[in-house]
């Protein structure tokens, strides 16, 4: 069974930059999707970003200042975020889709399994 983890959240001023990690087992093909999603209280899910071996989306609010990093052999994914912003506050969740992003890549729903979440608070 698929099983995604995902760890590296904490406090940061703002325009510090922190790294998240996803790490995914349990798969059984070795073409998937991690895509990342952030809610804030009192907001809805966001998507954030996607990686897949095909393809690599960011939404416009990160685009520039978050990169994914892939590192199949250890099936880990990083999200390195830079030039962190009050407004990008939020858990952090991580979830698996057994195939590429594809251009619905924010859709929640598309994915099969999610990770537990890792809080991130950028505060001065």
């Known amino acids: 069974q698929v099983q995604v983890v995902e760890s590296g959240g904490g406090s940061v001023r703002p325009g510090e930059s922190r790294s998240l990690s996803c790490v995914a087992s349990?798969?059984?093909?070795?073409?998937?999707?991690i895509g990342w999603f952030r809610q804030a209280p009192g907001k809805e899910r966001e998507g954030v970003s996607c990686?897949?071996?095909?393809?690599?989306y960011y939404a416009d609010s990160v685009k520039g200042r978050f990169t994914n990093a892939k590192n199949k052999p250890k099936s880990t994914v990083y999200l390195h975020m830079n030039s962190l912003k009050p407004e990008d506050t939020a858990i952090y969740y991580c979830?698996?889709?057994?195939?590429?992003?594809?251009?619905?890549?924010?859709?929640?729903?598309?994915?099969?399994?999610w990770g537990q979440g890792t809080q991130v608070t950028v505060s001065s």
């Open positions: 979830a698996f889709y057994d195939g590429s992003c594809g251009t619905n890549w924010y859709r929640f729903w598309k994915y099969d399994k």
């Open positions: 349990g798969f059984t093909r070795d073409f998937w999707a």
């Open positions: 990686i897949s071996d095909l393809d690599e």
